[in-house]
């Protein structure tokens, strides 16, 4: 397998999107399973791991479509389905589809997918996917400036993953749910700190990922930072996430580590470098809000485009089915005109039979008569002895009858 630039990937792979997305709207399942290999070919030569990741998600979406899950008319959003196997796949599903609006900037219609997910995931005792929900739904409200709800769902993804005692996630939700406390000017318990930095060695070795581990550390170090406490542990667990978080491309927690050590530095009395660290702050959220409003209007572009092609699609079934009703109106029309000619036709060979007929008849009569005729005239014209005899008779008769 040859590597494949990625810009030039970068084009394959929104070419090939554009046709899955038609081909999921027309329901033309094989052909999206086709561009879905082409996709996963093109993504695994340009090492695109987020891509392969998203191209997964759609696979389950391609097996969803095949085999549709059961649902009930009896839920308040009308998606709830079954309990079992099935509703955590739906949820997952809805998970996974969140992340790729989320990539798009599309973070209203993440939301959306995610608030589904839950809807179908929290009926179930799926607490782990559970939590893992609610605190992407926390990320994205943090990431949106809605602290409250984000509050909400970091409390909510804390308590699902005490249920199934996950102390690494449990603890990041935790560290989630302080951090949109102090966000809104709310006071901590005292105690609050020491319970979260309890939580680290359980991070530290516990099952979760990268993302959550450094999302986590930098969190825990602001609240070190915030409450003035440990201080060389909140630059250790800063300069332990800054390298994971730029080989990961994590450019919001690198911001937040950039204003984290800006702060640090302003403690410890080093103002050059705390205003050096705060303009690549600056600098790198600018960026961010730029190449933000960029995805954004090329999501919006994209999702114009597959809404351009299914009212396309909409148009040629609409033209497909006025031909179909077309062909059958001719069709129909043929046939009626086939029954009046053929209905026509023998009506007028019956027609013609009677008067072919009522001539024969007449022809028939009028020789009858000439023939009659022809007879009378020559038994008139010579009479036979016979004829000659009555004739005298009926004659004598007369004349004695005028006699007497």
């Known amino acids: ?37 082409l996709s996963m070919e093109v993504a695994q030569r340009c090492n695109d791991a987020r891509k392969v990741i998203s191209i997964q998600f759609e696979i389950g979406l391609l097996c969803q479509a095949k085999n549709p899950l059961k649902r009930s008319s009896n839920s308040r959003r009308s ?25 798009l900037y599309q973070f209203e219609a993440g939301m959306e997918y995610l608030c589904r997910a839950l809807d179908v995931i929290v009926p179930t005792k799926d607490f782990h996917t559970q939590g893992k929900i609610w605190m992407q739904l926390a990320d ?19 308590r699902a993953f005490e249920k199934v005692a996950i102390k690494d996630y449990q603890g990041s939700a935790a560290i989630r749910e302080a951090v949109c406390r102090i966000k809104q000017g709310k006071q901590l318990h005292p105690d609050t700190l020491l319970s979260l930095l309890a939580f680290l ?43 994971t978080c730029d080989s990961m ?20 009395d080093a103002p050059d470098s705390a205003y050096a660290y705060y303009e690549r702050y600056a600098r790198l959220k600018e960026e961010i809000a730029q190449e933000g409003s960029r995805l954004q209007l090329n999501g919006l572009r994209v999702l114009h485009q597959v809404d351009q092609q299914a009212e396309q699609i909409k148009n040629l079934e609409q033209e497909r089915q006025i031909s179909h009703l077309w ?6 029309s043929v046939g009626f005109a086939i029954f009046i000619a053929v209905f026509l036709s023998f009506v007028l060979r019956q027609k013609l039979r009677l008067a072919t007929k009522r001539h024969q008849i007449q022809q028939l009569t009028l020789e009858n008569q000439r023939l009659l005729n022809e007879k009378l005239e020559a038994e008139r014209m010579f009479p036979t002895p016979v004829n000659s005899q009555q004739q005298r008779s009926t004659s004598s008769k007369k004349m004695k009858s005028s006699k007497g």
């Not at 994205?140 to 804390?158: C, I, N, P």
């Open 1 to 37: 397998m040859h590597f494949v630039s990625r810009q030039r990937g970068s084009l394959l792979l929104e070419y090939y999107d554009l046709k899955k997305r038609y081909f999921f709207k027309s329901h033309q399942l094989d052909s999206v399973s086709r561009y879905i290999d």
């Open 79 to 103: 998606t709830e389905i079954e309990t079992g196997n099935d509703t955590v796949l739906l949820g997952k599903l809805y998970h996974n589809l969140s992340t790729v609006y989320i990539e």
């Open 140 to 158: 994205l409200q943090m990431q949106l400036y809605r602290f409250d709800t984000a509050e909400v769902s970091a409390s909510k993804a804390r």
């Open 201 to 243: 060695p359980a991070l530290q070795n516990g099952p979760s990922g990268k993302v959550t581990k450094t999302t986590a550390y930098v969190g825990l170090a602001h609240h070190s930072i915030y409450n003035k406490f440990d201080l060389p542990q909140a630059e250790e667990l800063l300069a332990h996430s800054l390298p």
């Open 249 to 268: 491309q994590l450019r919001l927690n690198i911001t937040d580590i950039y204003y984290a050590y800006a702060q640090l530095n302003k403690l410890n």
């Open 327 to 332: 062909t059958v109106i001719l069709a129909i």
